[in-house]
């Protein structure tokens, strides 16, 4: 293979199709006809995640024929919103972290035939997006090897400029040296996997019901799709007050190296897209409810408001695994509980849940390290770890591994024009270790 000769191209609308025929003849494609398969992913293209271009299909084509319906591999790429925290370059204290809002993107289905594997073609592919992704914000310490690669791809319009991207690894390491720069796969400057921790729990189906937990201060109330993709936007701007006590946490800790923080998103369909991918098989079934949340009525509300969630205090959202042959999962997708006091009832009422719908195993990625205490011990009542009663609640998950790549010039560049970056060789390059990745969560996997 002569790298040269190929590059990475938005698809046309033949190759969109022909990709989704691909991915939906593996094992992708479980449980579905082809056809219904093609016709989930052409609606999650009008899905509110995907729709105005947020999402974009990619194919590795030789250079003289982009077009050409038998291109090498595939791959999508969904724009997406977050947050990143950094000291504030401009001012005189370190009393407020910047905070900013950002580019970013979600890389999801990876795809490369069985006749054109073993050959390096996703390797490369991978390593040519990370110029579309953030072409106009990488770093100046990092050259396109256009004497190995040939002439630089091009980012479409609008593009370009990522501050991070992520994606969820099946197959390992192997993201890890997909670099932007070389084709050295000693070098490790592609995606960093990132928080593996997972807890999965089988739900006992001999425990007593009892009465549920009663609060003063609210009412438990079950969620609907609808009304989690509402509180989203409620939830991303806790997210941001989240974001700027946790930047306080760090910076009183000496010994911490943290420069910076980010984080997805989950409104503007993020969270929505966990269920609206597997919305063929639980909608078979009536599933109303995927979520529960603690909540305050607002007193301006006339009788009529009934449909408005009021102040959430606490809350958990899911999706669920329904395709055969798998067990049933329900999947964790968002959890928000300020403080432990909350946990226990969010515990009982996923196993609740779980019990009705006949789940065989809930799975939380990355359970929040200040709630897991008091939500491990809450589980041991409703359920037995995967695997039995000697099993873990928690372990490393071998698949669907988190993985991160960070495209910002550092902590004091990232507001700076390129040309006064590439100007200044005093950047200051930040390495993955000093970089937390806030609220890795089943919600922004893609």
Known sequence: MDPSTLSLFAATPQQIEASSRRTGASAWGNGMTLDQYVQRDLDLQKSECGRDGKLMIWVLAPRNDPETLDFLC???????????????????SDSEPLIEQVECYGVASVFTPPFNRGKGYARLMMSLLHWILA?????????FPSDIWGPQPVSPSGMGNAIFSALS?????????????TADRTKKNGWIIRGTRTARWN??????????????????????????????????????????????????VSSSKTKILFTF??????????????????????????????????SDLTNDST????????????????????????????????????ISEIVRR????????????????????????????????????????????????ALHLPAFKWYGYGPQR??????????????????????????????CWC
């Open 74 to 92: 595939s791959c999508e790429t969904f724009l997406r919103t977050g947050l990143t925290a950094r000291k504030n370059p401009n001012s005189p």
């Open 135 to 143: 072409g106009n914000n990488m770093s100046p310490n990092i050259r």
């Open 169 to 181: 690894s099946d197959v390992g390491l192997f993201y890890e040296s997909c670099n932007p720069d």
């Open 203 to 252: 739900p006992k189906v001999d425990v007593p019901v009892t009465p549920a937990i009663t609060s003063t201060s609210g009412n438990w109330r079950w969620l609907t799709h609808e009304e989690i993709n509402q509180l989203c936007t409620q939830d991303a701007e806790r997210m941001r007050a989240d974001l700027r006590a946790r930047w306080f946490d760090v910076s009183s």
């Open 265 to 298: 998103l989950p409104s503007g369909g993020v969270e929505a897209f966990q269920r609206e991918r597997l919305q063929y098989f639980w909608e078979k079934e009536n599933i109303v409810h995927c979520g529960v949340a603690l909540s305050v009525p607002r």
């Open 307 to 342: 449909n408005d969630l009021g102040t959430v205090q606490a809350f958990v959202a899911w999706t669920l695994e329904l395709r055969p042959p798998a067990p049933r999962t329900l999947l964790v997708t968002r959890l928000h509980a300020p403080s432990p006091d909350y």
């Open 350 to 397: 996923i196993w609740e849940y779980s019990i009705q719908h006949d789940i065989q195993v809930v799975e939380i990625w990355n359970f929040p390290s200040e709630l897991r205490e008091v939500g491990y011990r809450s589980a041991e009542r409703w359920f037995v770890p995967f695997g039995g009663e000697e099993g873990e609640f928690e372990f490393e998950r």
């Open 414 to 443: 990232m507001t700076d024009t390129a040309d006064a970056v590439a100007n200044d060789s005093t950047s200051e390059k930040v390495d993955e270790s000093e970089i937390e990745w806030m609220f890795n969560e089943k919600f």
